[in-house]
Nanobody, 121 residues
């Protein structure tokens, strides 16, 4: 069983930066693929980024602006978000799964509670 707790959300002006953190429990967390998803009001939850070992995947909408990373010693996954835009406003969720990275929400077994990111224009 893996438990995930996100933090680091908040209000930021367009063009600014935020770093989200996702603290995970579980001794074997380093072998899990992790992902960040986001959900804006009235929208489907969408893929943002994923990571496993040294590999990463990004949605086209965030490529070049967001960076996913992890510290396995601290059981923490990060999402560094730069050059934020108003359309990045959403609740951001951390997720984990055994096996390879995936962009599909339904492939992930464990989810955090979400953290709100609001970008003002």
């Amino acid at each position: 069983q893996v438990q995930l707790v996100e933090s680091g959300g908040g209000l930021v002006q367009a063009g600014g930066s935020l770093r989200l953190s996702c603290a995970a429990s579980g001794r074997t967390f380093s072998s899990y693929a992790t992902g960040w998803f986001r959900q804006a009001p009235g929208q489907e939850r969408e893929f943002v980024a994923a990571n496993r070992w040294s590999s990463t995947l990004y949605a086209d909408s965030v490529k070049g602006r967001f960076t996913i990373s992890r510290d396995n010693a601290e059981n923490t996954v990060y999402l560094q978000m730069n050059s934020l835009k108003s359309e990045d406003t959403a609740v951001y969720y951390c997720a984990a799964r055994r096996g390879p990275m995936s962009t599909a929400r339904l492939d992930y077994d464990y989810w955090g509670q979400g953290t709100q990111v609001t970008v003002s224009s």
